[in-house]
């Protein structure tokens, strides 16, 4: 018996990396799931997206845990897609009581090189993205009287952090958008939460996957970090969704931050 048997939960961003994580995490406690993923080209990104390819291969791995898995393209920043998304999980799987709302993009450089359609893409998938994803969910779980979101903001979005500032900017805003949604929401079984990954190794920050990664650059995460590791995994980060998940509903509007101790650097 799985904490989550006869639950439907919904992944955006769920082809690969963290959203491929929480996938099989919450498969593996016995949610039927829908991946979300696959946008369309987006400009001046130094990582190549996730594919159908991928989120095809997410949904064969959660079908070997023995879950129904529904895999569809979605490019969250249009809000038609989303809400069809949401609809079509609740009307295949029969139910929509998890919602991760976890795509996004990161961009870096010096705040005066950021152009502005760098800035767009990154307003309209990370925060446009989780405003679209939480205002389609949010009517169906009040008909239900139960829902558990978890929004994915970042380290980033707790403290400053050099050449990442239009990014953080969006990580900041996913925080407000998801303790305001939670209050408005709190008397009908519904929960909001954020979990605030800090760098975690997935094809977004190495793109070229393997184990092909200069000395010098884990030496130098490895000291930034209080807990000498460089980076998170994906599992990682999948238990704080697990957890929050499956609370019995008196955890909401938190954050929680999975930073490999930077947490006690913020005041």
Request: include cysteine.
């Amino acid at each position: 018996m799985g904490a989550l048997d006869g639950r439907v939960a919904l992944i955006t961003g769920g082809a690969r990396g963290q959203g491929r994580s929480h996938a099989l995490a919450l498969a593996a406690e016995g949610a039927d799931i829908a991946v979300a993923d696959a946008p369309g080209p987006m400009k001046d990104l130094t990582y190549p997206l996730g594919t159908e390819d991928d989120l095809r291969h997410t949904a064969k791995l959660v079908e070997e845990l023995g879950r129904r898995c529904l895999s569809l393209t979605v490019d969250v920043r249009d809000p038609a897609q989303v809400d069809a998304a949401v609809q079509q999980t609740h009307q295949e799987l029969g139910s929509l009581d998890v919602v991760v709302a976890n795509a996004g993009i990161v961009s870096t450089g010096l705040l005066e090189e950021v152009s502005d359609h760098v800035w767009q893409q990154l307003i309209d998938t990370n925060l446009s993205g989780a405003f679209h994803t939480l205002r389609a969910a949010i009517p169906v779980m009040r008909q239900q009287r139960f829902g558990r979101i978890v929004v994915t903001s970042s380290m980033g979005g707790r403290m400053g952090i050099p050449e990442l500032a239009a990014y953080n900017a969006t990580k900041w805003g996913v925080i407000g958008l998801a303790k305001s949604a939670a209050l408005e929401v709190a008397k009908e079984g519904i929960t909001i939460n954020v979990v605030c990954p800090t760098t975690t190794q997935t094809p977004m920050v190495q793109p070229a996957g393997g184990d092909d990664i200069p000395d010098d650059l884990v030496r130098r995460m490895m000291k930034a970090n209080p807990i000498p590791q460089p980076w998170l995994q994906p599992e990682d980060v999948s238990r704080a969704v697990v957890y929050l998940v499956t609370d019995p509903g008196v955890i909401t509007g938190s954050v929680l931050e999975i930073g490999l101790g930077g947490s006690a650097r913020i005041h």
